[in-house]
């Protein structure tokens, strides 16, 4: 009997051994680290400027580290925003190493991690996010990591492509003055959120200057400076 226990012991042991190996190297949710449930996106693909009330980790890009089961930090991994089943749509070019591929019909934005196992995105896409929960997926080699929610200031595809212009002006302000039809609390505009009540997406002056900040990009004076704007997908919301 102890002899049939001791092996079942050992026969679990090396299953066990056998499992972890065959784990190392493959993206771990539970030990690589992410930014948080939060980012902002913009036509631009840059960071945002620090802000009052936006959070440090919008403003410095959202960083992903990608480890495996044993804490490893793993290089050469593609990490990506999978934007699908939202109302946002990544444009065709980024910045700072991300791509876009085949944006009409991948809709996502990738990175590659580097040799400590990072990446930070800060994406350039389109589109009115009102969700309330988060809804786009970060993912390692097709592993979740976790799910966020992401607004982004370039909100329409009319007017100029790839850029914050008046059209995404309007819909702004059709949440900032909560006009007929519209609520003055609403996610896809809610980007300064550390002066919001816990899901309460207000929109007021603080997202008023983030927004106007972009707006304004490239403008003489402007504190954001060229460029300004990123090539558009052909498939749009």
Not at 10 to 15: D, F
Not at 102 to 108: I, K, Y
Not at 198 to 225: H, K, M, W
Request: a neutral charge; charged letters at 10%.
């Amino acid at each position: 009997m102890i002899r049939t226990m001791c092996k079942a012991l050992t026969v679990a042991a090396g299953l066990a051994v056998l499992a972890s190996v065959a784990m190392a190297g493959v993206p771990d949710a539970t030990t690589s680290t992410t930014d948080g449930d939060l980012m902002v996106a913009n036509a631009r693909g840059l960071t945002l400027l620090a802000l009052p009330n936006v959070k440090a980790t919008v403003t410095n890009g959202y960083q992903v580290t990608v480890r495996d089961i044993g804490g490893t930090a793993l290089a050469g991994v593609t990490v990506s925003m999978q934007l699908s089943g939202t109302a946002l749509r990544a444009h065709a070019t980024q910045s700072g190493g991300q791509t876009a591929p085949a944006c009409g019909t991948t809709n996502a934005i990738q990175a590659v991690t580097d040799g400590a196992g990072a990446v930070t995105f800060i994406p350039a896409c389109v589109g009115e996010n009102s969700s309330t929960t988060p809804n786009v997926q970060i993912r390692a080699n097709g592993i979740l990591l976790t799910t966020i929610r992401m607004p982004s200031v370039d909100m329409s595809c009319s007017g100029t492509p790839g850029k914050v212009d008046g059209f995404d002006q309007n819909l702004f302000r059709l949440r900032y003055l909560a006009r007929p039809g519209y609520s003055a609390s609403d996610p896809a505009c809610d980007y300064a959120t550390l002066d919001s009540p816990p899901n309460g997406f207000l929109v007021n002056g603080f997202d008023s200057n983030v927004f106007r900040t972009e707006y304004l990009c490239g403008q003489s004076g402007a504190p954001i400076p060229n460029p300004c704007v990123q090539s558009q997908c052909s498939v749009c919301p």
